[in-house]
């Protein structure tokens, strides 16, 4: 293929298009998938900032600058099926021998050793051209937009329904910051629970792109006005979604001063980068991008006292009543840093809703049409409904998602699935793919954030009941047992989610072209991907993990 044609085509900067159909670009499907999903990632649909190749999560990029990105794209379109490609910090560093059953992609991004493993180490790096901040999926070329946390969103607000309202969010407000890639998700997630929902984002332009993927039903500058609807709306038990333009801490006071306590407390402001991710109290973003520019110490020290003030305020709702936790950002740990002593008085997402899924090796799986066509998409949905009939919550889920869930970019799926279920749907899929039923191949990857991919204290491995929370073997091994099982691409991250210093985690991809060298490296890597998962808290001492190695003869 002629690159400079096929760039043109699909990568004239900052235009990022995958190709779709069945036609192949690259020497194989095995190349081409990793090809398609990096340029997926940096679709304008897809990505928050394509200017600047930044996919999701702050900073959170695709490729470390514009001349790494065409030059991954070059190898990628004649790659042979018997070599890997190294990526290193988003840009590409060589080629090793490997064979048809390797991964064809060997990702690392972010990656210090622990004494440097700061931000202000990595940002020196990072303007020496040295480094990028991969985030999870940015940076591992499996982000599918929104979507893809979505059913994590309404995994964790249905469990707190359960666990505090009797099943329903109906007729209660949930208050939350931060309306990015990630953090989109919770309005949507919000009013699929049931509840009326009122979110904060500094930043106008991306609760735009909310309305417009029909992700939150109404934007408002006015807090007054925020305020009337949601009230108005909780009183009716309408699940209706208000963003409001405004700092996140700032609509905390205005609520606490008029005497209004949701029920429901949470965050997802970029707060694990507290430069270049949150936005300090009283700044236009215009003068946060100044001061970023001219100081970035004192940037930095600003953003501490005001993630100390918005986590304080938090504290007040949660001592009036709001059930409140921490949604992942680690915006307790930097509170903390910045001056609010107890900001650890109320505890993550993961241990309070989400860790007994992990103990099944339940998590994030989600995959793509490779074809671009849509209709790929709901056979795949199809066939899980007929291949799980018991399972009413998941068939719940796809029903849902089909008829809410506007694709960005290919048509991807995300849907919770555990031990067992993983390998199951990717034989099926293998087989639709095989008898032409889907029209291209698919790939299945995951989110980082998975049962046994991280190491984070402060998130997925929060109060681990052994204390084994700073870990990271069990990354390690997660990345090597997909090595080995023979995932797609697979990758290896630092800093995802919380920020530098405070995580490591891994990711994987597998394709599913329908022969018999992708139906072996599925059963081998949907196995093992989750039986990470249950080997982790079993190993921990999680009782269910522990009913879950026997089921599926893991314990050795
Ligand atoms: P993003 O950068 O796309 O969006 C963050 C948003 O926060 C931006 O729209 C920004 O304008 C807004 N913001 C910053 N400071 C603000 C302030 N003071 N008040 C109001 N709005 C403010 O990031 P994202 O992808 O949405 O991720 C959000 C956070 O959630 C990150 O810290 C990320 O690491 C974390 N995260 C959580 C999960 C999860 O499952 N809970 C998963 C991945 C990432």
Redesign the pocket.
Known sequence: MNISHFLDQYASHPNYKSPVGSKLNSKSWQTEAPLRMLLNNLDSEVA?DPNNLIV???SGQAARNRESLEKIIEILLDLEEDESLLIQSGKPVGKVRSHDQAPRVLIANSNLVPEWASWEHFEKLKSDGLMMYG??TAGSWIYIGTQG?LQ??YETFAACANKHFGGSLRGKLLVS????????AQPLAATMTGATFLG????SS?IEKRLKTKYIDKMTESYIEARDWVLDAKKNNKNISVGLV????DMLDNLLEDGIIPEVLTD?????DPIF?????GMTLNQAQELRNSDQKKYKEISLK?MAR?VSLMLKMQERGAITFD????LREFAKIGGEKNAFSFNG?VPDYIRPLFCEGKGPFRWAALSGDPEDIYKTDKALINAFPDNKDMIKWLKQAKEKIHFQGLPCRICWLGMGEREKAGIIFNDLVKSGEVSAPLVIGRDH?DCGSVASPNRETEGMIDGSDAVSDWPLLNLMSNTAGGATWVSFHHG???GMGYSQHAGMVVLVDGTDRAKNCIKRVLHNDPAMGVFRHSDAGYEIANKFSKKFKLDI
Not at 200 to 203: E, L
Not at 246 to 249: F, I, P
Not at 327 to 330: A, I
Request: net charge negative.
């Open positions: 928050e999701y999560g702050g985030q999870m946390i994590g969103t910051g931060g309306l990015g890639g990630m953090g989109g904060a984002d500094i930043d991306r405004s700092d996140a801490g997802q402001t970029s707060a694990h991710g949150y936005v300090p109290n005001s918005h949604y992942g950002n680690n997402f954030l995802g989610g919380v």
